[in-house]
């Protein structure tokens, strides 16, 4: 199926153990990102992407780690989870103007 | 320092009637603004957009209206529906960087249509 697909959909993990979100898309979209919502704040930008083997900062990166081999993948790594990372994270793909979103995971740290 | 404002967290209109929903940004640079709907448990969906080189642009009931001096942007959606309510977030972009560093968004404004 065309479009962005983000898995898992849910994920509950302990705080200290690392955690990948999985995003994929089959537009071959140049620009990839990644996005959290928390209550209050909207959606803020953690990393994004121009193309494959290029990511750089967002907002609010601190405690994630991206890679991008292959223009179609986009995982996001939490590399020792903590409670405040406790949100809604939504991949986003775009060709340069308007982004398309994946369907969000929601990932609990306990 | 929230460079795109919204300043409603909610906002409850009669079904049939006119729907406004406000926004403010700072950054003289943003150059290329977008609505997105949003319903619980899924993802953003891409509702309109709207080009600095433009002042509305109009897509069936959806209207956006840009005030560039007063560095703001309406969402006008005529006439509101039940299936309009959803939250709302307005977002921007400086496009001309490519648009390669993502969009800044709104904390959204929750449309709530009565029947």
């Not at chain 2, 300043?7 to 640079?29: A, F, H, K, W």
């Not at chain 2, 006008?76 to 390669?100: E, K, L, M, N, T």
Request: proline share 4%; with cysteine; net charge neutral.
């Amino acid at each position: 199926d065309a479009g962005i697909t983000q898995s898992p959909r849910y994920k509950i993990t302990e705080t200290g153990r690392q955690v990948t979100l999985m995003c994929h898309q089959t537009w071959s979209h140049s620009y990839m990102f990644w996005y959290r919502q928390d209550l209050g704040h909207g959606l803020r930008l953690i990393y994004y992407s121009a193309a494959a083997d290029i990511t750089d900062k967002g907002e609010v990166p601190d405690g994630y780690v991206v890679s991008r081999s292959k223009t179609e993948n986009f995982p996001l790594t939490l590399e020792s989870a903590t409670r405040s990372q406790t949100s809604v994270y939504f991949c986003a793909s775009s060709p340069g103007t308007e982004a398309f979103f994946g369907q969000g995971t929601r990932l609990t740290v306990v | 320092d929230q460079q795109v404002k919204q300043n409603s967290p909610s906002l409850s209109v009669q079904e049939g009637r006119i729907s406004i929903l406000n926004c403010d940004y700072t950054n003289s640079m943003f150059d290329y603004f977008l609505w997105y709907k949003k319903y619980p448990a899924e993802g953003p969906t891409f509702l309109i957009s709207i080009s600095s080189i433009k002042d509305k642009n109009e897509d069936g009931r959806f209207t956006v209206f840009l005030n560039k001096s007063a560095k703001h942007l309406s969402l006008h959606i005529v006439p509101s529906q039940p299936g309009d309510s959803a939250v709302y977030f307005c977002a921007a972009s400086d496009y001309s960087g490519g648009g390669a560093d993502g969009l800044t968004f709104g904390k959204g404004t929750h449309l709530i249509i009565q029947p």
